[in-house]
């Protein structure tokens, strides 16, 4: 972890209601390093999904800079930032979004349709990443025939299938059991220690913010605290553990 793959300086965000400036984000500076697995946490309206919705470029700030690996985010055009978010994030979300009488591998492929690619090519990178997430064998299975688990592990192979930069996970635990949640959780760690992948999630859960290895707490459009985690909980042993059987008395 050495270079700043986000650099955020003054970032401010004000939505307009009626009458009212509401002051989503006021003035903040945030630097990510290339590498890390990082936390976002805070009560709802504390200005963590603002934070993460300009991060993936999905909306711009008011004022204030985004550079991403040292490109100005903050002034492009819609198209830009569509480019951005196509090429370089990928997304994962509580729900899933996943399109309901698709294929699993259909679903994985969609990002790929801008790419240009040739149906065999996104047929196969689509194979590679649902392989990667332990689905080879349900590509051709749609969304009503998974588990939630596998539904979410769906997208995360859609989000891995354009080889991003940083992936975001926006609440990605919070429509699964806790036992499927460090499942899930296991893979973004593999992500990041295995593959150098930059993990930046939103969470308002203490439990699932000890799987990064640093957390960042946001209240009132502010960042209020931002610390390293001194043992990162290791969702893979987690898991042995609970397989475990207890010891006959």
């Known amino acids: 972890m050495t270079d700043a793959l986000i650099q955020v300086t003054g970032l401010s965000k004000d939505y307009i209601l009626g009458d009212n400036v509401v002051h989503a984000l006021r003035d903040v500076d945030l630097t990510i390093a290339a590498g890390e697995f990082v936390a976002i946490m805070g009560p709802s ?4 999904t603002t934070m993460m919705n300009l991060l993936g470029c999905l909306d711009t700030p ?28 990928g997304f994962v979300f509580q729900s899933f979004n ?8 259909d679903n ?13 090519e996104r047929r196969e990178a689509a194979a590679r990443v649902l392989n990667d997430v332990g689905l080879g064998d349900r590509m051709d299975h749609q969304p009503s025939q998974l588990s939630g688990g596998q ?6 192979a859609r989000a891995l299938v354009n080889d991003p930069q940083l992936i975001f996970a926006d609440e990605p635990t919070g429509a ?3 036992r499927t949640g460090i499942e899930i959780m296991a893979i973004f760690q593999r992500l990041n220690l295995e593959a150098g992948m930059t993990v930046v999630l939103v969470t308002h859960e203490a439990g699932v ?24 909980e290791d969702a893979d042993a ?6 475990v059987p207890e010891a006959a008395e």
């Not at 008011?62 to 198209?79: C, I, K």
């Not at 994985?108 to 065999?120: F, I, S």
């Not at 539904?151 to 995360?156: E, F, G, K, T, Y």
């Open 238 to 243: 987690l898991l042995k553990s609970m397989d």
């Open 62 to 89: 008011t004022s204030g800079t985004y550079l991403l690996n040292g490109v100005d985010m903050s002034g492009l055009q819609p198209d830009e930032l569509a480019e951005a978010r196509n090429t370089r994030i």
């Open 176 to 178: 699964l059991d806790s």
């Open 209 to 232: 913010a000890r799987f990064a290895d640093r957390v960042v707490r946001f209240q009132d459009g502010m960042v209020i605290s931002d610390t390293r985690t001194e043992t990162r």
């Open 45 to 48: 309206g504390s200005g963590k």
């Open 151 to 156: 539904q979410q592990r769906v997208a995360i």
């Open 98 to 105: 996943l399109l309901a009488r698709t294929s699993a591998a």
């Open 108 to 120: 994985v492929q969609l990002p790929l349709m801008y790419a240009r690619l040739k149906k065999a």
